[in-house]
């Protein structure tokens, strides 16, 4: 073991990333950047192309800078999984999708597949890292149990094996993997020292634990938000009710000092959130009971709210949501960020398609318009529009120039504030019919 300490502390070890995506690569190039010899692998061979040319091939801040520096002094380079030479690798971390299939339940093939790839290549002093999001118990019982029966060698003793879950949100990839402190549990003492002492060398801080107790760490972190945030559109669904407002109502709860209630909006989406709470609860069972379960029924019920306040909206301005023409500020499924994946804004314009509207999609940042048309900037979006939404809340769209929008809109327009960010006095003093979520006082009269 001191030996593997003094070659992390000389960065004299070869390390190789297997899957080149938004975790993967900028694990690799982090890694590159303090030092270590790096290969970041992918089964797409474009992506491969593309590394190895510098060019990161999504959006990510200052990814594209850093992985473009480290290709050139050759500290980072790209092989197709098929090509690597496993052997010569010191150290391996597996960052491959670990999606759910549509019974919820987690589809582990592109992990294992990656197992038995470097299973048969472990060699003695190896350290094999996970940094895929899994569901509790994966390391110890199924992942340990496959490696050391491929290699024929003992995890702990003569090979170690951690699992070290990911902690970053897109759009702050590279800020966070250094910041946020870095859970790492091995399946016994040596191995958590030994991927410890490997990730402090990028992560401002390491907090050792067990494999489990980090694989339930992980998943809990994405489930307490999802049922957080659960709370607060099951709380604007009830201030609709009562002509309140659910965002006075949370800011005053959230004035004591031990409440802190997250923000409601048009759905949850994102690659972790809408699975991750399936993982959690995977062996626990999945009765009607399962706060788990019914927070993500609540949330993926919540783009259909938002359509039905829409043709709510439409109704109360004399129009028909038939031919109207509706405007979808934000495709992305947070803000500023190019990422479309499991974005609410995909339900909602099927949805409103579905029932016969002209929808007109407008991000700054994603190309995407599920089924849409799409515009290339908000003036030319709200010509001649009915209504507006807004389903994200993307920095472009908080400061509105409501009145410049009115005049480029048809008559007796509305707006759907799905992200609650335009002030509804405004909205109104504009000529607008404004209806928020979970601002009964417009839902319940005509308007406000
Ligand atoms: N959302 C709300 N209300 C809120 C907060 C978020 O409706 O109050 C919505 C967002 O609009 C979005 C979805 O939830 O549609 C998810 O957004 P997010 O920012 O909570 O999550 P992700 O998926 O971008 O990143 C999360 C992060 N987890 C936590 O903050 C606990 C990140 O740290 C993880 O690394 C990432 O999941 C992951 O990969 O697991």
Redesign the pocket.
């Known amino acids: 073991m001191r030996k593997f300490f003094t070659k992390i502390k000389n960065r004299n070890l070869r390390l190789a990333v297997i899957g080149s995506g938004q975790i993967g690569l900028p694990t690799a190039t982090l890694f590159a950047n303090v030092g270590f010899t790096v290969t970041a692998t992918d089964i797409n061979s474009s992506v491969i192309e593309n590394i190895n040319k510098g060019i990161c091939p999504f959006n990510e801040p200052n990814l594209q800078q850093l992985l473009s520096q480290n290709v050139e002094r050759g500290k980072l380079n790209a092989l197709l999984n098929s090509d690597m030479d496993l052997n010569k690798e010191d150290v391996i971390i597996i960052a491959v999708p670990t999606p759910i299939y549509a019974n919820k339940k987690p589809k582990l093939s592109f992990l294992i597949d990656a197992l038995r790839t470097i299973g048969t290549a472990i060699k003695k002093q190896m350290l094999i890292v996970i940094s895929s999001?899994l569901p509790p118990g994966t390391t110890q019982s199924k992942i340990k149990v496959l490696l050391e029966s491929l290699s024929d060698l003992k995890s702990d003793a003569d090979f170690y094996l951690a699992y070290v879950p990911?902690?970053?949100?897109?759009g702050k990839a590279l800020q966070?993997f250094v910041e946020n402190p870095r859970l790492v549990g091995g399946v016994g003492p040596n191995s958590t020292k030994i991927a410890a002492e490997f990730f402090r060398t990028v992560c401002n801080k390491v907090i050792e634990t067990d494999a489990t107790t980090a694989e339930i760490a992980k998943t809990t972190?994405?489930t307490?938000?999802d049922v957080n945030?659960a709370f607060?559109n099951q709380l604007a669904l009830i201030c609709e009710q009562y002509n309140a407002d659910v965002k006075t109502v949370i800011h005053l709860a959230n004035t004591h000092p031990r409440v802190n209630v997250?923000?409601?909006?048009p759905?949850?989406?994102?690659?972790?959130?809408t699975k991750?709470p399936y993982l959690l609860i995977h062996h626990y069972g999945n009765s009607d009971d399962n706060i788990v379960i019914v927070a993500r029924i609540i949330n993926d019920r919540m783009p259909t709210h938002i359509v039905n306040l829409t043709q709510k909206a439409l109704k109360d301005c004399g129009k028909d949501i038939k031919n109207s023409k509706i405007v979808v500020l934000g495709a992305a499924?947070?803000a500023d960020v190019a990422d479309c994946r499991f974005s609410?804004a995909k339900h909602i314009v099927q949805k409103l398609k579905e029932l016969n509207a002209e929808i007109i999609v407008y991000d700054p940042h994603c190309i995407n318009t599920f089924g849409g048309k799409k515009a290339i900037s908000i003036n030319e979006a709200v010509k001649n529009a009915d209504s507006l939404l807004i389903i994200t809340d993307h920095a472009e769209f908080k400061n509105l120039n409501l009145l410049q929008i009115k005049n480029l809109m048809r008559n007796n327009p509305s707006i759907i504030d799905g992200k609650r960010i335009i002030n509804p006095a405004d909205a109104k003093k504009h000529g607008f019919i404004y209806f928020g979520l979970g601002y009964g006082k417009a839902i319940n009269s005509k308007g406000s």
Do not use: Q
């Not at 990911?166 to 897109?170: N, Q, V």
């Not at 997250?262 to 909006?265: I, K, S, V």
């Open positions: 999001t990911e902690r970053i949100s897109p966070e972190e994405n307490f938000r945030i607060a997250h923000n409601p909006g759905g949850v989406g994102g690659p972790c959130l991750d499924y947070k609410p």
